[in-house]
């Protein structure tokens, strides 16, 4: 009897120490951060060069969705390929640092779909921040290069696993295995997405059925039967369980009988609910382009218990939503993005003594020109300046949206802002009365007040202002 007694004890303290360390778990991401309030998915919008970067919408109620930054590209990638898709937004646990992840892939920009297959980027495109606003230049991490006969590296996601106290960066590359070439998911382990280790075999499905997208999500305590669940593409909308996300997976079911398969949706990508324990699958419906549609479940671990949303209670706004990732925000999160994001005019800056010319970039460089083409080479979004100070702006380009025109040797250059304090000095500027018109504008530089922006031989520079053809020439007007 003692025995038996001991061994019931310890099958007891083991239950709970697996309880507490699943309770405990669940919210550890969130106990460093304020109570959420919104939500940001950051997604592409279809197969052009400027459909495939980075896009943002943002949700009160994770249903009804307002594109940000006027519906235009908020990220543009300029390595790789130039061009992204299936961008995953990750939080640190602390909540003080970010990053997108995404696919290093620009279908019809010089790439088809089987080159994209089989000889493709065997990189991501990442980008990081410490605010959610001010956005690193973006780099590469190769990931697919130390996979025998590795051709591609698509569709990116990253999940923090407490049991090794950093990321599981998982993602779908084609290659040649036992003799069967098709897509498979391989993970690595990192913590910065600069570095990883060696990548393995994580999700291989039987034959020469391929699967590309997978996301997992993290389950409170008392849903459902598993810690983790998981919803990949893989012919259907497969959905399983585990207990750790290094360990093995059970095989739940799919989505079948609510009329989805993977013929018709993909890229999933899981929403839960602020304010309750209610989840949103949204699923690109890729076969009729129509873009994302939520399928919504108060237990995600259940096939059964999923259901389509009643007609006219969700909206996805202007754009084209398709494989992207939805983040929770904090009320400071959305202060923040919506600061920068909603709704900034776009503006054309005029020069004062050539009316027909605008300031716009050319190969990086900054001048004025007459009859600018494309036209968004010449559109500009004024932001808070990003040195900071009251009445400051920073000129953000709006075609190539994480560059700033900024000084460099009283030469103007539009360049990638670095998130250094010498870039947020020489981009940031007051913008006064203009020196040759009052009801214009000029701007003088933050960190050399003596300087003023100005025109000389239509290049832009930033130099001291002495007489009446330096003000002419420092004197401009915000047109919208």
């Known amino acids: 009897m003692p025995r038996t007694l001991a061994r019931l004890s310890a099958v007891l303290v083991a239950a709970c120490l697996l309880f507490t360390s699943w309770s405990a778990a669940t919210p550890k991401e969130a106990a460093a951060l304020d109570p959420f309030t919104g939500y940001l998915m950051a997604h ?3 197969e052009s060069s400027t459909g495939q970067q980075i896009y943002l919408a943002h949700s009160t109620d994770g249903l009804r969705w307002t594109d940000l930054n006027n519906g235009g590209l908020v990220l543009r990638s300029t ?9 995953a937004l990750v939080r640190s646990p602390a909540g003080d640092r970010y990053w997108i992840i995404a696919t290093d892939l620009c279908i019809g920009c010089g790439q088809n779909w089987s080159d994209a297959q089989n000889n493709g980027s065997r990189n991501l495109v990442v980008w ?18 130390a996979i025998p006969d590795g051709r591609n590296a698509w569709a990116p996601e990253a999940i923090w696993n407490p049991a090794t106290n950093d990321y599981v960066l998982y993602w779908a590359t ?36 391929g699967i590309i997208d997978t996301q997992i999500v993290e389950m409170p305590a008392g849903v459902g039967t598993h810690r983790y669940v998981r919803a990949s593409g893989d012919g259907q909308i497969t959905i399983e369980g585990s207990n750790s996300i290094l360990g093995a997976w059970t095989n739940l ?31 690109d419906q890729y076969a009729s382009g129509r873009g994302y549609l939520p399928v919504l479940t108060t237990n995600p671990s259940s096939p059964g218990s999923y259901r389509t949303p009643a007609s006219g209670s969700y909206n996805m706004g202007g754009n084209r939503k398709r494989h992207g990732s939805v983040l929770n925000l904090t009320s ?14 776009v503006n054309r800056i005029q020069s004062y003594n050539y009316q027909d010319r605008y300031v716009r970039h050319a190969d990086f460089d900054v001048r004025i020109d007459a009859n600018v083409s494309p036209a968004q080479d010449a559109q500009f979004r004024l932001v808070p300046g990003l040195a900071g100070g009251s009445g400051t702006v920073s000129i953000q380009s709006v075609n190539y949206p994480s560059y700033y025109l900024r000084h460099y040797g009283f030469d103007f250059r539009l360049e ?3 998130g250094t304090a010498t870039f947020a000095e020489d981009a940031t500027f ?33 130099d001291p202002i002495t007489d009446a053809q330096g003000r002419n020439d420092a004197t401009f007007r915000i047109t919208t």
Do not use: C
């Open 79 to 87: 390595v790789g390929t130039r061009g992204v898709r299936d961008p």
């Open 332 to 345: 400071a999160e959305e202060s923040r993005v919506l600061g920068r994001w909603r709704g900034t005019p």
């Open 416 to 418: 990638a802002n670095d």
């Open 44 to 46: 592409f919008t279809g």
């Open 430 to 462: 007051r913008q006064v009365s203009g020196l040759a018109n009052s009801s214009w504008a000029s701007f003088q530089s933050y960190n050399y007040p003596d300087r003023y922006i100005r025109h000389s031989g239509y290049l832009l520079r930033l």
């Open 174 to 209: 084609n290659a040649t295995l036992n003799g069967v070439l098709k897509h498979r998911i391989y993970y690595a382990r990192t913590t910065n997405f600069r570095s990883i280790t060696t990548p393995q075999s994580y999700i291989n499905r039987a034959g020469t059925q």
């Open 253 to 283: 079911g799919n989505l079948s009988g609510i009329g989805l398969t993977g013929s018709q949706v993909e890229g999933p990508m899981w929403m839960k609910f602020n304010t309750r324990n209610e989840w949103a699958l949204y699923l």
């Open 128 to 145: 990081e921040s410490t605010d959610l606003v001010n956005w690193s230049a973006p780099w590469l991490l190769n990931v697919a290069g």
